[in-house]
């Protein structure tokens, strides 16, 4: 991706969701007591125009718009996300390498006292820079949820930097926002836990 500029020094650039993404694991994914996954999840990106050296926001749109999901547990309690419509891998081998997505390694490490099942994982991509790899594709920051509750909270840790996984890598956009570290974040879904609640 590269910054166009026309006289009027209008800029198109490569950008990020502007809310959180919910991605569900290409298989049924459970973390043991003690044990450490690491997911590949790719989420869409948005088309930022802007004009000026100062690079003031004339709009945004959306290169493919996921559709809306709610994330928590129950209806008074939660908040609106986009669903992706890719699933997450277990296997970066096997993910699709696509120039309109963004590559984030999402690693949960369950500390709690019992086994984790996840069906849905949140990715905070929100507090997420972007980076392009030397061969043009984009990834995002490691993003790694540690789990030491039986609830679906964890804390969140952000990575500095692109991922190992990214040759020669680039920033080309910053966080929408800026994470605070420290405290617990809702970061998966049970269908397990929801059966269990009807």
């Given at each position: 991706y590269s910054?166009?500029?026309?006289p009027s020094r209008l800029?198109?650039?490569?950008?990020l969701a502007?809310?959180?993404?919910?991605?569900r694991p290409e298989e049924p994914l459970f973390v043991l007591v003690g044990e450490t996954v690491t997911l590949f999840v790719s989420t869409p990106l948005w088309i930022r125009i802007s004009v000026g050296?100062?690079?003031t926001l004339l709009t945004e749109i959306a290169s493919y718009r996921p559709s809306d999901s709610w994330f928590g547990p129950n209806t008074r309690e939660g908040e609106i996300c986009y669903a992706s419509a890719t699933l997450g891998r277990l296997n970066l081998d096997d993910v699709p390498?696509?120039?309109?997505r963004a590559i984030t390694p999402v690693t949960v490490h369950n500390r709690s006292g019992e086994s984790l099942s996840v069906?849905?994982?949140?990715?905070?991509?929100?507090?997420?820079?972007l980076f392009q790899d030397g061969e043009g594709y984009l990834w995002t920051e490691a993003v790694r949820?540690?789990?030491?509750?039986?609830?679906?909270?964890?804390?969140?840790?952000?990575?500095r930097g692109a991922p190992r996984f990214a040759d020669n890598p680039a920033l080309i956009a910053v966080p929408r926002e800026r994470h605070s570290r420290g405290g617990l974040v809702r970061a998966f879904s049970s269908l397990i836990h929801r059966i269990s609640e009807v």
């Open positions: 910054i166009e500029e026309t800029n198109v650039e490569p950008a502007d809310r959180p993404v919910i991605v050296t100062e690079k390498m696509r120039l309109h069906d849905r994982i949140r990715i905070p991509v929100e507090y997420l820079s949820y540690d789990k030491t509750s039986g609830d679906e909270l964890a804390t969140l840790d952000i990575g």
